[in-house]
C-alpha cells in the first residue's frame, strides 16, 4: 500500500513544472526515487503518450535518457514533444544540441523543420530543408522541402520539388500530394484526377489514392466517376456502407445490368435484388432469392412472393404438387399477414382450380374489406361467384370490374364471355 501511494506523490512532484502550452520543462528532484527501475519508467512513460499526455511523457524520457545515457530515449522525448506541438522546446533541444558540436540526424532535422514551420520560421526552416535535400536526396526529405515552399505558398517549387520526388519511386505517397496541389492550388480538378487514374491503372488501385479519387469526384459532383472509384474501393475493401453507395449510384445512373450482377456476386442487398427479378418478371431466379430471405429472417413476406413465384412461372399451374404447395405456403401468410395481396390471390388460387371454391371466397371477401375499391380483387369474388354458379351476382361485379380495369384486359375478356354465356344459359 505505501508504495501504491508514492508512485503517484513522485510523478506529481516530477511533471508539476510541465506545461500544456508552448513550453513542456520539467523540474528536477532533488532526490531520485531509486527504487523505480528502466522497465517501470517505460510502462508510465507509455501509459502517459496513451493518455495523450506529451509533457508527462517527456519527463519520464528525459529522466530514463539521463539514467541510461541510451539515445533511443532522447528521439522519444522529442517525439512526444512534437506529438504535443510543444515546438518551442523542439527548437531549444535542438539548438543546444547543435551548440555542442553535435550533428542532428535527419529525423531529427526534420522535426526541427517542422517546428520551425509551426512557428512561421519559413527562411530557416527552407534552408533547413534544401540543405537536407542536398545532403540526402531522398522522397522523404524532397517531401518536406515541398512542404516548407507549399507553406510559402510557392506551389511551382512545391510541385516541381514533389515531381522529383515521384520520379525516385513512383510513390503513392508523394502522388497524393500532388494531386492535391493540382485539384486545390492550381485549381485544375481533372487534371490532379488524370494522374491518380493514370498511376493506379499502370500501378493498380490503391485506398488512399482510391479514396482521393473519390474524393475529388465526389466534389465535382460526377457520378460516374464516383462509380468507376467506388467499385474499386470496394474490391480493395469491401463493407456495408460501400456496397450501399455503390447501389445507389448504379441506381442513379440507370445502370441496373451491372447493379443486378454486383447484387449476384455480392448479395450486398437481396431484397433490392428480388424486387428487380420480380419487376423482370425473372421468376426462376426470385424464388431462389425469396427462399434464402425467408431462411434468413423468417419474414412470411418472402414466402408469400416465393408461392406466387411458383405459381407464375409454372408452365402447368394446375399441377396438383404445385397448388398445394402455393396454397399452403399462402395460407400460412394469410393466417399471420392480413393483407389483400395475398389474400385475393390464395383466394382466386382456390376458385380458378376448384380447390374449395366457397373457401376461396371468403379468401377474397377479406381482402375486398382492405381494398374495397380493387377491380382485380373484385374480378375474383365475380369469378367465385361464376364457379358456384351466382351468374347474375358475378355479371353486376364484372361491370364495376370493366369500369375499373377497362375491358381490354385478356382476363377481364374471358370472364365476362364466361359470365355471359351463363346467363343466357340460365335464360
Known amino acids: 500500500m505505501y508504495k501504491l501511494l508514492l508512485l503517484p506523490l513522485f510523478a506529481f512532484i516530477l511533471f508539476s513544472g510541465c506545461s500544456t502550452h ?35 511523457a517527456v519527463g519520464y524520457y ?27 522546446d523542439v527548437i531549444k533541444r535542438l539548438e543546444a544540441k547543435r551548440a555542442g558540436k553535435n550533428t542532428l540526424n535527419e529525423q531529427e532535422v526534420r522535426y526541427l523543420i517542422v517546428a520551425l514551420l509551426a512557428k512561421k520560421e519559413m527562411t530557416l526552416a527552407q534552408t533547413e530543408a534544401t540543405a537536407l535535400v542536398v545532403k540526402n536526396p531522398s522522397e522523404q526529405n524532397y517531401m518536406i522541402l515541398a512542404e516548407v515552399y507549399r507553406a510559402q505558398q510557392d506551389y511551382i517549387k512545391a ?54 479519387l473519390i ?13 468507376k472509384s467506388y467499385e474499386h ?22 445502370n441496373i ?33 425469396a427462399k434464402r430471405l425467408y431462411a434468413e429472417t423468417g419474414d412470411l413476406d418472402y414466402l408469400g412472393q416465393k408461392a406466387i413465384f411458383e405459381y407464375e412461372s409454372a408452365k402447368n399451374r394446375s399441377d396438383k404438387a404445385l397448388l398445394d404447395s402455393v396454397i399452403s405456403d399462402l395460407t ?8 389483400g395481396y ?28 382492405i381494398e374495397p375499391d380493387s377491380g382485380y380483387f373484385i374480378d375474383s369474388l365475380a369469378w367465385g361467384y361464376y364457379k358456384e354458379g351466382k351468374c347474375k351476382e358475378a355479371d353486376v361485379l364484372m361491370k364495376q370490374v370493366v369500369e375499373l380495369l377497362g375491358a381490354d384486359d385478356p382476363e377481364v375478356k374471358a370472364h365476362v364471355k364466361a359470365i355471359n354465356s351463363c346467363l343466357k344459359r340460365k335464360k
Open 342 to 369: 395475398y389474400l385475393n390471390y390464395l383466394g382466386y388460387c382456390m376458385i380458378e382450380h376448384d380447390r374449395n371454391v366457397s373457401k376461396g371466397i371468403e379468401y377474397v371477401k377479406r381482402a375486398l374489406i
Open 22 to 56: 508552448s513550453e513542456a520543462t520539467t523540474v528536477a528532484l532533488e532526490k531520485e526515487p531509486m527504487y523505480v527501475d528502466e522497465n517501470t519508467l517505460i510502462l508510465f512513460a507509455l501509459d502517459a503518450q496513451n493518455r495523450n499526455k506529451s509533457a508527462e
Open 62 to 88: 528525459d529522466l530514463l535518457y539521463k539514467r541510461t545515457k541510451d539515445p533511443v530515449y532522447e528521439e522519444h522525448a522529442l517525439s512526444a514533444l512534437m506529438k504535443g506541438g510543444y515546438y518551442n
Open 159 to 212: 510541385l516541381a520539388t514533389l515531381e522529383t520526388a515521384y520520379k525516385l519511386n513512383y510513390s503513392e505517397d508523394v502522388l497524393d500530394k500532388i494531386a492535391v496541389i493540382i485539384y486545390a492550388n492550381m485549381n485544375a480538378p481533372y487534371q490532379a484526377i488524370a494522374r491518380l487514374e493514370t498511376h493506379s491503372k499502370n500501378f493498380g488501385y490503391s485506398l488512399l489514392l482510391t479514396k482521393r
Open 257 to 289: 445490368t451491372e447493379l443486378t450482377r454486383f447484387l449476384e456476386k455480392t448479395k450486398s442487398n437481396d431484397e433490392l435484388l428480388l424486387k428487380i427479378y420480380s419487376a423482370d418478371k425473372n421468376f426462376a431466379k426470385a424464388i431462389i432469392v
Open 215 to 227: 474524393a475529388f469526384y465526389s466534389d465535382q459532383r460526377d457520378e460516374e466517376g464516383l462509380l
Open 233 to 254: 474501393l470496394y474490391a480493395l475493401q469491401p463493407s456495408k456502407e460501400s456496397a450501399d453507395i455503390l447501389i445507389q449510384l448504379y441506381w442513379n445512373t440507370k
Open 332 to 339: 400460412k401468410v394469410v393466417e399471420v399477414k392480413e393483407e
